[in-house]
């Protein structure tokens, strides 16, 4: 049966970095043009939408204005599409669009809502360990964002009427992460980042971890920069010098030798970069797979700068060494 | 998209024109009626307001209401029936955009009819540029101010 040979979300074109409330459109795009609704079917669905999308303000309106500026209709809509979307995304996309086709929209709704409901729980249970595995530093930003930032979006997120919307402050930048994402979708892949950045951080004594942050930047207590990132870094540079990178600042003379030798050798940086990380999880016993799947994407985003680092004999300074803060 | 585009289509500008032509039952009894090209003016008037008023109306039966609350008025020649109502519907929109939506609609109308057959006289320029830009001034005060109190420092201000 054709819908069986659907691949799974995660492998659609169209669900790759998509947002709940661009998913219920992206679906719907996606099944007319494998066939799998007719124009009439989209157009009975687009008729359902839009009459429980006039229920749904008057909701907001509590029924006592049948009008609201185009702005707030605008916001209404998108929550609306957000809340479907939510809901619809864990499904199998046969699933999703069978019963998005054939559900009536306040279902579908009350089912996102719920699934809401429990996105935020997880989210909220994400931040608690997050709490616990919180890194002892000065850095103004990180302390600020992980208990007030964070928090504000606990105590200000609508998930009935704005679930789009993520009112937290939070000035703190983790190492990877631009998912493109709104509300809960947002909070809970910034606070599973915060987490895993977190454990990594924790592995290492207070000490050295300010040592390290100072080298790279004397004022780092007061500006918004990511602790997980530098630590790595001085942690891989310790590793890759040979030395145990519970110390955190690396021998400048042997990476400038590494350096020297990747050069004559020709290594692919990438490949050298990969096997610094996985000698890294080894030195570390870091065994949890998204640990380490975070550790490496994170690492395959300072590849180009570690390239041209290697290219212009730089590696001490890229890894922060003790003298080149 | 033209977002406000979704909540307008000639279906329902008909269905609006056939729904205020069944108030004229009510309001024929104050010697009041509209016609079917009146009640199709009343419509689409409407929906040129909501765009220039940049809002979206979803429900059904505002402009009922309105005939409902201004049909009565000793103030409304049936001539200018129509043109009043359409006046005061602009009026309406306007209003809730000025009170910032803190006001209902049943609040908002009753506000206007009172001030209309009261104080106004049947005036749509003392009803849009007094008496409700004062209601406005109070909601968007967060209701804060007295009245009495507003109106003293009104009086002042003019002095």
């Known amino acids: 049966m054709r819908n069986d040979t659907l691949p799974a979300p995660a492998g659609l074109p169209f669900a790759a970095g998509c947002g709940a409330a661009e998913y219920p459109g992206r679906l719907l795009e996606y099944a007319a043009q494998q066939g799998l609704l007719t124009a009439h079917d989209q157009a009975r669905i687009n008729r359902q939408m839009f009459a429980f999308f006039q229920q749904y303000l008057a909701r907001f309106t509590q029924q006592e204005s049948s009008s609201v500026p185009v702005e707030t209709a605008q916001n209404l809509l998108h929550a609306l599409l957000y809340s479907i979307g939510y809901g619809l995304k864990p499904l199998p996309p046969a699933k999703a669009i069978s019963l998005f086709s054939s559900a009536p929209p306040e279902q579908l709704y009350r089912q996102g809502q719920a699934q809401l409901q429990a996105g935020v729980q997880t989210a909220r249970h994400l931040w608690q360990a997050a709490r616990a595995a919180k890194i002892t530093t000065p850095n103004k930003p990180y302390n600020y964002s992980l208990f007030k930032g964070i928090g504000a979006f606990f105590s200000g997120y609508s998930i009935a009427f704005a679930p789009q919307e993520t009112p937290a402050d939070l000035d703190y930048p983790l190492c990877v992460f631009s998912n493109g994402f709104t509300g809960v979708e947002y909070m809970q892949e910034y606070v599973w980042a915060l987490l895993l950045e977190n454990r990594f951080v924790c592995l290492f004594a207070p000490g050295p971890v300010h040592r390290a942050l100072l080298s790279r930047q004397p004022l780092y207590s007061e500006l918004p920069i990511n602790i997980f990132e530098t630590v790595l870094l001085c942690a891989l540079g310790c590793t890759l010098s040979g030395q145990p990178p519970a110390g955190l600042l690396p021998n400048k003379a042997a990476l400038a030798a590494l350096n020297e030798r990747l050069l004559r050798c020709g290594v692919p940086v990438a490949a050298f970069l990969q096997k610094g990380g996985a000698r890294l999880c080894g030195a570390l016993a870091i065994k949890a797979p998204e640990l380490q799947a975070y550790l490496q994407k994170a690492l395959r985003a300072n590849l180009p700068q570690l390239q041209a680092a290697a290219a212009h004999r730089q590696l001490p300074a890229f890894f922060v060494c003790e003298n080149s803060g | ?159």
Do not use: W
């Not at chain 2, 609006?16 to 108030?23: F, K, N």
């Not at chain 2, 039952?25 to 090209?37: C, D, E, K, M």
């Open chain 2, 1 to 159: 998209m033209d977002f406000p585009a979704l909540f307008f289509s000639p279906a329902g500008l008909q269905t609006t024109a056939e729904e205020i032509l069944q108030y004229n039952r009510i309001s024929a009894r104050f010697g009041q009626a509209l016609t079917p090209g009146q009640a199709h003016m009343l419509a689409e008037a409407r929906q040129q307001t909501l765009q220039a008023t940049h809002r979206v109306d979803f429900g059904t039966g505002l402009l009922q209401k309105f005939i409902a609350a201004f049909c009565d008025s000793p103030f409304i020649a049936p001539a200018y029936y129509a043109d009043t109502l359409a006046a005061l519907k602009d009026i309406f929109y306007h209003f809730k955009n000025q009170t910032q939506n803190r006001i209902s609609d049943d609040e908002l109308l009753a506000a206007m009819a009172g001030a209309f057959n009261g104080p106004c006289q049947g005036s749509l320029e003392l009803l849009a540029g007094r008496e409700l830009e004062k209601l406005a001034r109070r909601l968007r005060c967060g209701g804060f101010a007295d009245e009495a109190e507003t109106e003293e420092e009104e009086e002042r201000y003019e002095e």
